[in-house]
């Protein structure tokens, strides 16, 4: 949802500082400069967005060309003025929530008011970033099927990080874990049976339970996908800072979620006051944007899986194996498996390979069969 103005809690609208922003006392005026770099260094459709007025500051070319329109036609427009007016209410609710600090991003299907196809719907994702020592909102536009899971329209860019800096899973309708990938050992010191049935409010750090519980209120209004920060206690009885990507994947009250954790990297050396420096800092912001698309695509797709109290043996994959078996599960083939992970065929073969081997069975067929009836696998039969 495309988030541009903002309202307060009792529906009046919010004023926004001079310079339009949010700025920490004290802090540098933000270089437009500085903006127009964040989004000009990415060929993903971006954005950036004021907050909390919503004023387009800089777009750049792929975005102008996905909504149909010209950069210079939207840098300084309203970007509320582009919605469908049935969204507007929406995206001020999720601006609200990204000014106040409630979420951090969000993913939703929106309709803009004048596409070349009336009938085309977009994938939008829109995070907060510092730029400059102010926070400003990055918005991705891409166009979407209606039924489409996946932003398959993401032009491929350097770099894209393989899911499997993650840890990929999901939280039954009584909010305990009842699906979590192997990476769940090297982030949190956790193995995924130690996981399994544990509540999930159990590990969040209790200040930040509030900001989690707004998150899931927000995904259960309609946006595909959320973004937050919290903090997970690990086995080292140490907080461990991540950055959460959820959605709600069924009604509910609380709905049962899918969820991804990809780990902070905001405690890395600061950069210098360097232009290279300030380039590996945007190219940083361009692969987090790129993690976080690739996990709001495939968290939708985890409640195809057993969970792992009916097939244990899905807890010794990876999120990359897991990333395969949800798209073979919906009927892609080997090279459009590849294609959507943006690896090689061989690779998404030798995947396959150590699914095969993890759980026990020869074949596609097998493993589709072992998934999809919830049968044993073949070693445990016997």
Not at 165 to 194: C, F, H
Not at 202 to 211: E, K, Y
């Amino acid at each position: 949802m495309l988030v541009f103005m903002t309202i307060s809690h009792n529906g009046a609208l919010k004023s926004s500082a001079p310079d339009g922003g949010h700025r920490a006392p004290g802090a540098p005026a933000r270089s437009p400069d500085a903006v127009e770099a964040l989004v000009g260094s990415s060929d993903i459709p971006l954005a950036a967005v004021d907050l909390p007025s919503g004023r387009f500051l800089a777009v750049n070319p792929p975005l102008a060309s996905a909504v149909g329109s010209t950069v210079s036609a939207l840098t300084g427009s309203s970007s509320l003025d582009w919605l469908s007016t049935d969204d507007r209410h929406a995206a001020q609710l999720g601006l609200q929530a990204l000014a106040d600090g409630d979420l951090t991003g969000y993913q939703a299907i929106r309709r803009l008011t004048n596409p070349k196809d009336p009938d085309q719907v977009f994938a939008i994702w829109v995070s907060t970033v510092d730029v400059d020592g102010e926070r400003v909102g990055l918005a991705s536009v891409i166009p979407s099927a209606r039924r489409d899971n996946q932003f398959r329209a993401l032009p491929p860019v350097s770099k894209v990080p393989e899911p499997g800096s993650m840890v990929l899973g999901t939280v039954d309708s009584s909010w305990r874990l009842d699906r979590i990938s192997q990476d769940v050992t090297p982030l949190l010191g956790l193995t995924p049976e130690q996981c399994t049935g544990q509540p999930v409010l159990g590990v969040i750090h209790p200040s930040d339970v509030p900001a989690f519980l707004a998150a899931v209120e927000h995904a259960r209004r309609g946006e595909r996908a959320v973004r937050l920060t919290l903090r997970l206690n690990a086995r080292s009885r140490d907080w461990t800072k991540v950055t959460v990507v959820l959605a709600t994947i069924a009604p509910g009250d609380p709905p049962p979620l899918a969820f991804a954790l990809i780990r902070d990297d905001d405690a890395a050396d600061p950069p210098g006051p360097g232009d290279s420096s300030r380039e590996m800092q945007l190219e940083a912001h361009m692969l987090r944007i790129a993690d976080e698309l690739h996990a709001a695509g495939l968290i939708p797709r985890l409640q195809q899986l057993p969970a792992l109290t009916d097939e244990p043996q899905l807890g010794k994959l990876t999120s990359r194996e897991w990333a395969v078996l949800t798209r073979l599960l919906d009927g892609q083939r080997i090279p459009a498996i590849a294609a959507d992970l943006y690896v090689s065929q061989s690779t998404v073969r030798n995947h396959l390979s150590s699914i095969y081997a993890k759980l026990g069975v020869h074949s596609q067929v097998d493993l589709i069969r072992l998934l999809r009836r919830g049968t044993k696998s073949p070693a445990t039969d016997q």
